[in-house]
Each structure stands twice: as structure tokens, then as C-alpha cells.
């Protein structure tokens, strides 16, 4: 039996998140995350296998993207870190959800790396694309090799008011480039990246991009709400839940060599796998791999 998509949309204290729901109601919860810049649709051919044997998949659209909206005018448009867990951990608060799989990349696999490390309760396994996505914020100002700092260049390029006003006016061409850059070999017709990038409509998302880069490397406040959880995560806290990792083999952004290290925060890491071919959006490019390494996760 087939379960097609729901749309749907739940509030938290702060935002009204959308999301798509397919499976059925009383299967394994689990909850798949986007990156930047990205949307649900990444996950078009992992949700419906999931759903199809039996598991209830729930996919949002982060802070900043399609129709998930801030409740109050007054909430500082954040896109740091603890923001991006606290809303994790409230859309689960929100749908009732008390345990669930997470499965996450980039900006959504450090949601889910969040929730993991700070409340491993609510957390069955952990599918963390490109390894142990919480940032070391303390550290940012420490160089990385040439060839990594090359790899970041939108970051400091968002650093820079050029920057804001670059993709407030063409987010659709930076971020197009962006997706040719970290993933090579992802040839996506230009309808299926207009599918996507109507999310990067929403009207808060050149705020909510400007402060994650910005507050990632000191450059700009954050939530003062959410300083408590910046706080637990400065600590680096290891990821106690089972685990496994995935890695594009040809991630032009955050090539495999930079999770090798990241083993020995998941004790219980059930392995470390190099994705073949596949860059920086894995779900779309390799599919097959999300989906066992998820019914692995359940068993």
C-alpha cells in the first residue's frame, strides 16, 4: 500500500513549520532534514520508500524556507545552530513525537546532530550526513587548510554587505552555482531546481542565511534565547545514540577526508561510509544508501 505526501503545518512557541507527512500514522516516526540551500525535495526518492514499508516520514522545511513562517515579528531572524535544534526538538514536542530516527545533512544534519547529543532520549538512531555536523564555534577564528578556506567562499562572501545584497538579488543564480559546485556530478534539469528553489522565497530567507554564516564564525549575535543551548554545545558533546555516517565520495564543499575524525564522537557509530560519486546533496544523488542505512538504524 502506498501513502502519498501530506501537506501539512504545526506551530511551535516560535514558528509555524511546514511539512509533508506520508506513511502510516502509527509507524516508526522518522523525520528528515534539508541543508542549505535546499528544501524537502531532496528527499523525494528516500520518503517514499520509507513510507512504503511501513514507517511514518515526516519531512519539514527548516527556519528561512517555503511556507515555514516566525509566529512574532519581534524573533531575531537566526539561522545559528541551537536554533536550527531547538526548532527540531519543538516540531517533535509539537506532533507528539517522543522518540523518532533522524536523518539530516548540512544545515539539517546539525539539527539532528543537536537533538542527538543534548537529548539522546528522543532520539532512536541517527543517520548524520558528512559526520559530527555541530560547529565548533570557539575555534572558528583557527585557519583551515588553503584548499578549505577556497572551498568557503560564499561564507565570507556573506560576511559582506555585497554579499547580503548579492543573494537578496539573485538567490536563485548564487545558489544554482552552489549546487554545481558541491555536487559535480548532480545533473538537475532546470524544472526540478525551480521545484526547490520557490522555497528560497520565503521572506525571511536571506536573514535567516546571512546570520547562520555570520554567527558561525563570530561575526554577528545570536539568539539570546537560545544562548543556553549555544553554551551545552560548546562543550562538544558526544553523540551517544547509534549512529551511522554517510559521505559523499565527491562533496565539493566538505570532501569525506573532513569526517574521518569525527568517529570517536559516536560511541555508538555502527559504521562510516564513502558514498561513491555522490556529492554534498546525497539524498538526491544516492537515495539507495539513505534508505538502508535508516532500516539498518530501525532493526
Known amino acids: 500500500m502506498t501513502h502519498a505526501a501530506e501537506r501539512l503545518l504545526t506551530r511551535t512557541d516560535t ?37 512504503a514499508t511501513g514507517f511514518r516520514v515526516l519531512v519539514p ?104 545584497a548579492g543573494l537578496a538579488q539573485d538567490r536563485r543564480a548564487l545558489c544554482r552555482l552552489l549546487w554545481r559546485l558541491w555536487s559535480p556530478n548532480l545533473d538537475v534539469p532546470d524544472a526540478e531546481f525551480e521545484r526547490t528553489a520557490a522555497s528560497f522565497n520565503n521572506p525571511d530567507f536571506v536573514d535567516v542565511v546571512i546570520q547562520s554564516y555570520r554567527h558561525r564564525h563570530l561575526a554577528a549575535p545570536g539568539d539570546p534565547a537560545l544562548e543556553p543551548i549555544e553554551q551545552r554545545l560548546a562543550t562538544r558533546p558526544p553523540i551517544t545514540a547509534p549512529a551511522i555516517i554517510l559521505h559523499g565520495a565527491c562533496d565539493g564543499v566538505d570532501p569525506p577526508a573532513n569526517s574521518e575524525g569525527h568517529v570517536s564522537r559516536f560511541p555508538q557509530l555502527r559504521r562510516r561510509e564513502v558514498v561513491p560519486v555522490a556529492g554534498h546533496f546525497l539524498p538526491r544523488e544516492a537515495p539507495e544508501p539513505v534508505v538502508s542505512a535508516l532500516r539498518e538504524l530501525a532493526r
Open 61 to 164: 522545511w527548516l527556519r528561512g524556507y517555503g511556507e515555514t513562517r516566525f509566529l512574532d515579528p519581534a524573533t531575531p531572524r537566526s539561522g545559528q545552530q541551537a536554533a536550527l535544534g531547538a526548532d527540531l526538538l519543538a516540531f517533535m514536542d509539537a506532533l507528539g513525537i517522543a522518540r523518532a530516527l533522524l536523518a539530516g545533512y548540512d544545515w539539517g544534519g546539525r539539527a539532528a546532530c543537536i537533538v542527538a547529543a543534548l537529548w539522546p532520549e528522543r532520539v532512536s538512531g541517527l543517520l548524520s550526513i558528512n559526520g559530527y555536523n555541530i560547529q565548533d564555534i570557539a575555534a572558528s577564528g583557527r585557519p583551515a587548510a588553503p584548499e578549505q578556506e577556497h572551498r568557503h567562499w560564499y561564507q565570507w562572501y556573506f560576511h559582506t554587505e555585497r554579499g547580503r
Open 15 to 51: 514558528l509555524a513549520i511546514a511539512y509533508e507527512q506520508s506513511g502510516p500514522a502509527d509507524g516508526q516516526p522518522v523525520i528528515l532534514l534539508h541543508g542549505f540551500p535546499d528544501d524537502p525535495r531532496t528527499w523525494d526518492g528516500v520518503a517514499p520508500a520509507l513510507a
